[in-house]
């Protein structure tokens, strides 16, 4: 089976500094790699994609990277605000499939 | 902006009892899927449907069972509820036609099975 696995379970970091949270897969690549953000008590939303073919990917403070070599996705919150604190999930799907197969999640906390 | 909305965000039943838990969305996605979320075990997805009346099985379906008779609307059912089914569940919704599938899920359930 496909799996998924973000090996830190929580991540505490001080304002300011750069986060970064892995997400490791097995067997072939995906070809795609999802983020979410999930706040407490709410449905996960949505932050950045990046396929297969991509190396990096960037929106406003939010890069995310995708190395097949070591298949291995790190997802990179710079200037990290205590507003940043939540649970990040990382999510793998195949081609021409819309199935998506979550990681248990990385709890970020950006201390003042 | 894409919303999905699911019937009830807090929910007490009790053993035995039939539940129904409601989704709907307004982007007129074709793919919807319920998850369950649990403390260590993440989001498991317990069966999706790519159209009116077509389901499949995800991860988990024992003890569940769905209906999609409309588009825009995915229930998950209960059949006799269990104590072990206490979880938070999960609605989400995606497009065929971006390719990419990234789901855009509802504000969750919180089910209490006492």
């Known amino acids: 089976s496909q799996k998924i696995e973000q090996n830190s379970e929580a991540l505490n970091i001080q304002e300011g500094k750069t986060a970064t949270l892995t997400c490791n897969y097995t067997?072939?690549?995906?070809?795609?790699l999802q983020w979410y953000r999930q706040d407490p008590g709410r449905g996960p939303v949505f932050l950045l994609l990046?396929?297969?073919?991509?190396k990096e990917k960037r929106k406003e403070r939010l890069k995310v990277t995708f190395d097949t070599t070591l298949k291995q996705s790190l997802f990179h919150i710079t200037a990290s605000q205590p507003a940043d604190s939540a649970t990040y999930l990382c999510?793998?799907?195949?081609?021409?499939?819309?199935?998506?197969?979550f990681g248990k999640g990385t709890k970020l906390s950006v201390i003042p | 902006d894409v919303k999905v909305t699911q019937s009830s965000r807090y929910l007490v039943k009790r053993t035995g009892e039939k539940v129904f838990l409601e989704c709907v969305q307004d982007?007129?996605?074709?793919?919807m899927f319920w998850y369950r979320q649990d403390p260590g075990l993440g989001l498991r997805l317990i069966y999706f449907?790519?159209?009116?009346?077509?389901?499949e099985k995800g991860d988990i379906p024992e003890g569940y069972s769905v209906s999609r008779e409309k588009k825009e609307r995915f229930s998950l059912i209960l059949e006799s509820a269990s104590t072990n089914q206490t979880s938070m569940y999960l609605c989400?919704?995606?497009?065929?036609?971006?390719?990419?599938?990234?789901?855009?899920f509802g504000p969750g359930t919180r089910l209490t099975v006492t």
């Open positions: 989400a919704s995606s497009s065929l036609g971006t390719s990419t599938y990234e789901q855009y």
């Open positions: 067997n072939y690549s995906p070809a795609y």
């Open positions: 990046i396929r297969e073919n991509e």
């Open positions: 999510a793998r799907t195949g081609a021409g499939s819309y199935q998506l197969t």
């Open positions: 982007m007129d996605h074709e793919n």
């Open positions: 449907s790519y159209d009116v009346k077509m389901k």
